[in-house]
């Protein structure tokens, strides 16, 4: 009789066991560091670097939608009255259209626990004022990196990136870049963008950026929107 006791109590006990949620492991900055790739190519962590979205630098106790040096918040995130800290970061990754509805996040969020934590103790360490700014992805190719890519200031890009010519016939871009080489791009492939920023192309010296990750998509990057048209010649 004893032993069957034990034995019920036994197997209730692994039951329990079973049925418990698995310990979280300790936030890890490095795993940290790789989920923040998903976020690299739209946030900078140089201050008052911005990109698709804001810069991140020194954004623990900065109110949402604050940073002067970034223009296109929404009014959804200017008029939430959020100040950012552990607890409100880690709802909006989780899930920013229901933390914030309205805002123009396109991001669906982190839904995983740990690869939250481990981002936000990444996050924590490279945004502080004078803090390491820790390099960001990016990267294509031979055509260098994205903007939001580190380094990347296309004033200074080399001569295979520095753009000599744009020529379009039928559905077809052809890019002839410095150092003599012409590049074909179908027409939904290419995109036409402006920078004007301090990182950005001299006038009248538009950069090739890769865009993609089969080396088939590409950025031209001018240093404002009426050099486009005039830069670009019709040729069969």
């Known amino acids: 009789m004893r032993r069957r006791y034990l034995t019920i109590a036994l197997a209730a006990a692994g039951?329990?066991?079973?049925?418990?949620?698995?310990?979280?492991?300790?936030?890890?900055?490095?795993?940290?560091?790789?989920?923040?790739?998903?976020?690299a190519a739209c946030h900078s962590l140089e201050p008052d670097r911005s990109m698709t979205g804001p810069s991140l630098s020194a954004v623990w106790n900065r109110k949402a939608g604050s940073l002067?040096?970034?223009?296109?918040?929404?009014?959804?995130?200017?008029?939430?009255g959020v100040v950012w800290n552990d607890k409100t970061l880690d709802e909006w990754i989780k899930d920013p259209q229901h933390f914030i509805p309205g805002n123009d996040m396109t991001f669906d969020g982190v839904k995983e626990d740990q690869q939250r934590a481990d981002l936000l103790?990444?996050?924590?360490?490279?945004?502080?004022?004078g803090g390491p700014q820790t390099a960001q992805q990016g990267g294509m190719g031979g055509m260098g990196g994205?903007?939001?890519?580190?380094?990347?200031?296309?004033?200074?890009?080399?001569?295979?990136?520095?753009v000599r010519a744009v020529t379009f016939c039928k559905d077809t871009f052809r890019v002839t870049t410095v150092d003599g080489k012409t590049r074909a791009f179908w027409d939904r492939n290419l995109r036409l963008k402006v920078d004007g920023s301090d990182d950005g192309p001299g006038k009248g010296a538009p950069a090739l950026v890769g865009a993609g990750m089969m080396g088939d998509r590409a950025d031209v990057i001018f240093a404002g929107p009426e050099e486009i048209s005039s830069f670009i010649k019709p040729e069969c």
């Not at 103790?121 to 004022?129: I, N, Q, R, S, V």
Request: proline letters at 5%; a positive charge; glycine letters at 10%.
């Open 15 to 39: 039951l329990a066991f079973a049925i418990a949620p698995a310990r979280s492991a300790k936030p890890d900055s490095a795993r940290g560091q790789k989920v923040f790739g998903a976020c």
């Open 68 to 80: 002067a040096s970034f223009p296109r918040y929404s009014s959804a995130l200017k008029s939430s």
């Open 121 to 129: 103790a990444f996050l924590k360490d490279a945004t502080k004022t």
């Open 146 to 162: 994205m903007r939001g890519g580190g380094d990347l200031n296309l004033k200074t890009v080399g001569s295979e990136q520095r």
